[in-house]
Every structure is written in C-alpha cells, then in structure tokens.
Nanobody, 115 residues
Framework: QVQLVESGGGWVQPGGSLTLSCTAS????????MDWYRQTPGKDRELVAA????????HYLHSVKGRFTISRDNAKNTVYLTMNSLKPEDTALFYC????????WGQGTQVTVSS
C-alpha cells in the first residue's frame, strides 16, 4: 500500500533554514508529480510546491517563491523541500502527496518558526 513518510521538521528562528524529506512507497514514484502541502490549525491545507516526475519543472506558492526549493531523488523515492529565510507565518504541519493528492496522507512533519 501507499506510504508517505515526512521528516526533517523542527523549531527554527526566523531567517533560519530547514530541509524536509518525504520518502514514498507503494507506487511508481519516478513517474509521479509530487507536491508539498502545509496546514495550520483552522485552515485548509495549501499547496506549497510541486515538482514534475523528472524534476525539471517546479511550481511554488507565491509567498514562498525565492525562499523554498523543491527537489527529488527518484533513485531514493524521496522528495525534498529546502526552506530558507523562514518566517513565523511558515509555521505549519507539512505533508507531501502525489499530484493530484491521494485520500491518504502521511503523518506530516511540524515546522515551527519563532524567536
């Protein structure tokens, strides 16, 4: 069955950096567009970044453009989100999923940006 395991979150001060990882199994990762989403309490989950199957095309939420970079390693079935210049408003639970997303979601990884 499909599994998505997110990791790499944590606490960081404003201006800091984190790199999130998501390791996938149960489907053909190398032919699947992958997304990173984030969610804060009381708000809908929002799409943060997307990357095509071979990693040549990416798209970003306007508010993270220039600060976040999505990448992937198909040999490791892993998609990454490198986040720089983090802001308190980036605090959220981050998830990865296919595009379009499955009904299944992993446990996510918490990112907290505060001083």
């Amino acid at each position: 069955q499909v599994q998505l395991v997110e990791s790499g979150g944590g606490w960081v001060q404003p201006g800091g950096s984190l790199t999130l990882s998501c390791t996938a199994s149960g489907f053909t990762f190398s032919t699947t567009t992958m997304d990173w989403y984030r969610q804060t309490p009381g708000k809908d989950r929002e799409l943060v970044a997307a990357i095509n199957d071979i990693g040549t095309i990416s798209h970003y939420l306007h508010s993270v453009k220039g600060r976040f970079t999505i990448s992937r390693d198909n040999a490791k079935n892993t998609v990454y989100l490198t986040m720089n210049s983090l802001k308190p408003e980036d605090t959220a639970l981050f998830y990865c999923n296919q595009n379009p997303p499955l009904d299944y979601w992993g446990q996510g990884t918490q990112v907290t940006v505060s001083s």
